[in-house]
């Protein structure tokens, strides 16, 4: 039987689009009070040098979970803050505080209404079922269309990841009243409202609390996650270590995400029930502490209001001193950081994410002609897609034009000939591989699109074959990055080496996995990298471990890359 396949994936693709157009302002609205609310909880809690959190935070936890965690607070928050991580970490608490107490504001009042609504908590139910087992990362996709690339999105993704715990142990803790309570309250002719928080609420609370504290421990599982769209923090520093397979610092940044998890599980389990309530009350403490919070809010916003320079226009100020990059271990990524130095653009930020968030972000501004600096490279789509231009770059902080080279691991000459012939052979032009990339980005199936060049290019990859043994079914394993250009031409090559008698395997991996990968021989070869300037810090890492075949593509650039609707020119005129 022939079903055709159900188009669910176009319609959502429809209807995503349609949302992103229809309330796009509402969008744009929730951005800003989100930024906004995080910046005060930031500024809120670096005010001063980072001693001054730490001692607060040890004391709040003696206070509430007994003097050793004290202790232990203490001693983790110097060694992050030895470490390098203190900004980092702030970042996160700020980002799982804010996630929080977007979950108690939503969660504690849905989960009351589906307590006293039976209707309700059948709708709510399954939603709550496929909000959390849902791969957050689907979440991530639309989140960034409806957002733009930055906190926002994972904020948002953390807390539909992160809500149904408190909604569902609300609903329980609401329910599991003992029925006797409820018909007293009755007799006495109480209200609804009454009932609900005279009663109902009260006796609930330490069951809401633990969902509240699930909550949080579960958002604080989103921030590597977050990190993939462009969150700051902790989350970031470990996704930036897996991207350069730096062992170390992947370490030490998840070691911090363990003491902050630790320190908030145990404020949040025991801010009900302090163990020393009998030495100071509860009130007193609570009371200090919120007098703090809101006078340091309020003089860090005014000293902040004072300090916005009124009439500025720069490029800086339309685009918030922010250039959008990619994937934090890209070449590119280092090079910008280095422009940022050359040039000195001191207050300028490069935001990490991904090259698909990058892109998005440049469709979003670019169709509202809004300004916006990404760092781009060509060959790439998105030159004949849009209309933009390379900022130039006097003092070469992205190197000149370069090559991509194909590298393979050492033994494949022998277990595999006819592979390594063809890959060796295997040499191309910006405009072919433009073309797979057009025809990919309009949302052609990868491995047809290579199909339908490889036919239309029949000569060109008869070089490429030219005196290759067949294969005879061996398993060839290419590994790449999911960039546009290294999809297209990993695609391409993997078909061909198919045609040719070998079973093949494409494996998405980061871009010092790529290299290590090859070098330790677990995967069998690859056809993207970008040299000599751009990856060459992994290249000379590993060179030794690997066989070099030379140049596939000559012409590429990388660049800071801005619509040509924006009137600029040089990477300097971003001063
Ligand atoms: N790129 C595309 C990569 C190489 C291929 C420019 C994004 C990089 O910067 O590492």
């Known amino acids: 039987m022939n079903v055709p396949k159900i188009p669910l994936g176009d319609w959502v693709d429809v209807l995503v689009k349609w949302v992103t157009i229809a309330f796009a302002g509402f969008f744009a609205f929730l951005t800003t009070v989100i930024e906004s609310l995080l910046n005060i909880i930031v500024d809120v809690l670096s005010v001063g040098p980072p001693i001054i959190l730490i001692i607060i935070l040890t004391l709040l936890v003696a206070y509430t979970s007994r003097w050793p965690l004290g202790i232990f607070t203490l001693i983790s928050l110097l060694l992050i803050d030895n470490l390098g991580y203190w900004e980092s970490s702030v970042q996160t608490i700020a980002i ?6 977007l979950t108690i504001i939503i969660g504690i009042p849905v989960g009351i209404w589906s307590a006293q609504r039976n209707t309700v908590h059948r709708i709510v139910t399954p939603i709550l079922d496929f909000m959390q087992t849902m791969p ?9 269309l409806f957002f733009g690339i930055g906190v926002v999105p994972g904020i948002i993704a953390s807390f539909i990841f992160a809500i149904a715990p408190t909604i569902r142990m609300t609903n329980l803790g609401i329910k599991e009243v003992p029925n006797d309570l409820i018909e007293a ?20 609370t330490p069951t809401i609390m ?4 699930q909550s949080i421990m579960l958002a604080l599982s989103m921030v590597v996650t977050a990190s993939l769209v462009g969150a700051p923090g902790l989350g970031a520093d470990v996704y930036r270590a897996v991207s350069q397979i730096d062992v170390g610092r992947g370490f030490e940044a998840g070691l911090s995400i363990v003491f902050i998890a630790v320190i908030l599980d145990r404020i949040s389990q025991n801010l009900r029930n302090p163990v020393y309530e ?11 502490l919120a007098v703090l919070i809101i006078v340091t809010a309020i003089v860090t916003g005014i000293t902040k209001e004072t300090a916005v320079n009124k009439d500025d226009n720069s490029i800086g100020a339309q685009t918030d001193y922010r250039m959008i990059g ?10 910008a950081n280095k422009a940022i130095k050359d040039y000195k653009l001191d207050n300028w930020q490069l935001a990490e994410g991904s090259s698909a968030a990058m892109v998005a972000e440049l469709k979003k501004a670019y169709d509202h002609k809004k300004p916006i600096i990404v760092t781009g490279w060509a060959p790439h789509w998105m030159f004949s897609t849009y209309d933009l231009k390379f900022l130039k770059d006097p003092k070469k902080s992205f190197g000149a034009v370069e090559e991509i080279h194909t590298i393979v691991r050492k033994g494949l000459k022998q277990d595999a000939p006819g592979a390594y012939t063809i890959l060796d052979q295997f040499n191309w032009k910006p405009a072919d591989i433009e073309k797979v990339m057009v025809d990919i980005k309009d949302r052609m199936d990868p491995a047809d699109t290579a199909k339908k060049w490889i036919t239309a290019n029949k000569d060109k990859v008869a070089q490429w074959t030219n005196g290759a043994e067949a294969g005879n079914g061996e398993k060839i394993k290419l590994a790449y990055v999911a960039w546009d250009t290294e999809i297209a031409s990993s695609n391409v090559i993997a078909q061909v080496l198919k045609q040719n008698g070998y079973e093949v395997r494409l494996s998405q991996v980061e871009v010092g996995p790529m290299f290590a990968g090859v070098a330790n021989g677990s995967a069998d070869g690859m056809v993207a990298a970008w040299l000599p300037s751009t990856h060459n810090e992994y290249y000379k890492k590993y060179k030794d471990d690997f066989v070099d075949l030379g140049i596939n593509l000559n012409g590429t650039k990388n660049g800071l890359v801005v619509p040509k609707y924006m009137d600029i020119d040089s990477i300097e005129d971003l001063k």
Not at 96 to 101: A, I, K, N, R
Not at 326 to 333: D, F, L, N, S, W
């Open 96 to 101: 799982v505080l804010l996630s929080g107490l």
């Open 136 to 144: 957050a990362f689907v979440y991530l996709i639309p989140s960034i």
């Open 185 to 204: 309250a009755d007799a006495f002719g109480s209200s609804n409202s009454q009932k609900l928080f005279k009663v109902q609420v009260p006796i609930a």
């Open 210 to 213: 633990a969902g509240v504290n």
């Open 278 to 288: 009998n030495m100071i009350k509860k009130k007193i403490v609570f009371s200090i």
């Open 326 to 335: 990619i994937e934090p271990g890209a070449g590119i990524m280092a090079q």
